[in-house]
């Protein structure tokens, strides 16, 4: 009994236990991918395959949890420790994307860090392949989730450039928010800040919260506006100011104080800003598609067969008719006496001289309208 006692009571509580140090514990997986060794999924990997150890004991259980600081965590026999936090902002020009693994080799956000030997970095949100301006690149996965969810309500304002003129019902349309592939968009602030009729453009400011795949330019498309340039120039507090095209600047900690003053407000305000914005509705859809009444329904079964007996596709259905159920089965033809026949129609007479053609039946135009 002693010794079941303790193969079940081994690693995952000796590391779940408080430790002097203060910090509260956290997942195993999460730990190790804070230090660098692979992403959550690939470090479950690692942790199921037994390559990792607790306090010298090796941990095959998802879910176990350790204390940063108190708890010696080794990975293949070699100890691993958390990174120290990096924080850059940089000004990405255009034709970089914003991932770490690009399969079609193209110039990367992450390639422009200074510093070589600085920790794994990844983009803050994204912006597309044409756009360019503000974005952050860090390791601190808790700064990347305030800013980049919409809870938060961290503000971001871009620069768009359009084609055309932009009245105001558009302007109304898309401070209202408009209905997208995953949703309705949530409520901006847009300003107009000049137009240039020369180039045929409209220079709008857009202030908004959330950060969608491709969204500002989908909601321009929405309501008939082709973006032709897209700069993000402000993240919070952070403003682009005059930095170059492609460089970058080290933030401290206190630059970032506004992450955790938007986090204070959002548990101050958890209800009331949670009530704004309930669960996403589905978009309004007009009629519904017509089901196809020769085919069973999903999740239903097919159709119960009508009483008599009568099979689809084969005449009428009811009892007082079950000849036409048999495949192949034709009726007998009505004698000719007992439906009435018709008087030929009597044609007006047509004054025409002997031997001339009439005339051809009238050429329908077409018309065409301005």
């Known amino acids: 009994m002693a010794q079941k006692k303790k193969k079940g009571t081994a690693a995952p509580e000796a590391a779940?236990?408080?430790?002097?140090?203060?910090?509260?514990?956290?997942?195993?997986?999460?730990?190790?991918?804070?230090?660098?060794?692979?992403?959550?999924?690939?470090?479950?990997t690692f942790i199921e395959q037994g390559r990792v150890a607790v306090n010298g004991k090796v941990v095959t259980r998802l879910g176990t949890k350790v204390v940063p600081g108190h708890d010696a965590v080794t990975l293949d026999g070699e100890k691993v420790a958390p990174e120290r936090k990096v924080y850059y902002l940089l000004n990405k020009p255009p034709g970089y994307v914003c991932t770490n693994h690009d399969t079609h080799g193209r110039p990367r956000a992450v390639d422009l860090v200074p510093e070589r030997n600085a920790p794994r970095v990844y983009t803050v949100g994204r912006l597309d392949?044409?756009?360019?301006?503000?974005?952050?690149?860090?390791?601190?996965?808790?700064?990347?989730?305030?800013?980049?969810?919409?809870?938060?309500?961290?503000?971001?304002?871009?620069?768009?450039?359009?084609?055309?003129?932009?009245?105001?019902?558009?302007?109304?349309?898309?401070?209202?928010?408009?209905?997208?592939?995953?949703?309705?968009?949530?409520?901006?602030?847009?300003?107009?800040?000049?137009?240039?009729?020369?180039?045929?453009?409209?220079?709008?400011?857009?202030v908004i919260f959330e950060g969608r795949n491709r969204e500002i330019r989908r909601v321009f498309t929405k309501?008939?506006?082709?973006?032709?340039?897209?700069v993000r120039t402000r993240i919070g507090p952070l403003e682009l100011g005059d930095m170059a095209v492609g460089h970058c600047r080290i933030l401290a900690p206190i630059d970032l104080r506004f992450v955790y003053e938007a986090e204070r407000?959002?548990?101050?305000?958890?209800?009331?800003?949670?009530?704004?914005?309930?669960?996403?509705?589905?978009?309004?859809?007009g009629r519904r598609p017509r089901q196809d009444k020769g085919h069973p329904r999903k999740g239903k079964g097919r159709r119960p067969r009508p009483q008599g007996g009568a099979r689809r596709g084969?005449?009428?259905r009811g009892p007082e008719r079950q000849g036409y159920e048999r495949p192949g089965y034709r009726p007998a033809p009505r004698p000719a006496g007992d439906a009435p026949r018709r008087p030929p129609m009597e044609r007006p007479p047509v004054d025409r001289p002997p031997g001339e053609r009439p005339p051809p039946p009238p050429r329908h135009r077409r018309r065409y309208y301005d």
Not at 19 to 34: C, D, N, Q, T, V
Not at 190 to 197: D, F, K, S
Not at 265 to 285: C, Q, S, V
């Open 16 to 44: 779940a236990a408080p430790a002097a140090s203060g910090l509260p514990p956290e997942r195993l997986h999460k730990f190790l991918a804070s230090t660098g060794a692979g992403s959550r999924r690939e470090c479950e």
């Open 129 to 206: 392949l044409e756009s360019r301006g503000l974005i952050l690149l860090t390791n601190d996965g808790a700064i990347a989730n305030i800013i980049c969810h919409p809870r938060y309500r961290i503000e971001k304002r871009y620069e768009v450039t359009v084609r055309g003129e932009v009245d105001l019902q558009k302007l109304g349309r898309l401070e209202a928010g408009v209905w997208l592939a995953e949703g309705k968009s949530s409520p901006a602030r847009v300003q107009r800040l000049g137009r240039n009729p020369h180039r045929n453009e409209t220079l709008l400011e857009m």
């Open 265 to 285: 407000l959002y548990l101050a305000n958890k209800e009331a800003w949670d009530a704004e914005f309930p669960p996403e509705e589905k978009p309004p859809r």
């Open 314 to 316: 084969y005449g009428h």
């Open 223 to 230: 309501v008939g506006l082709k973006v032709k340039r897209l």
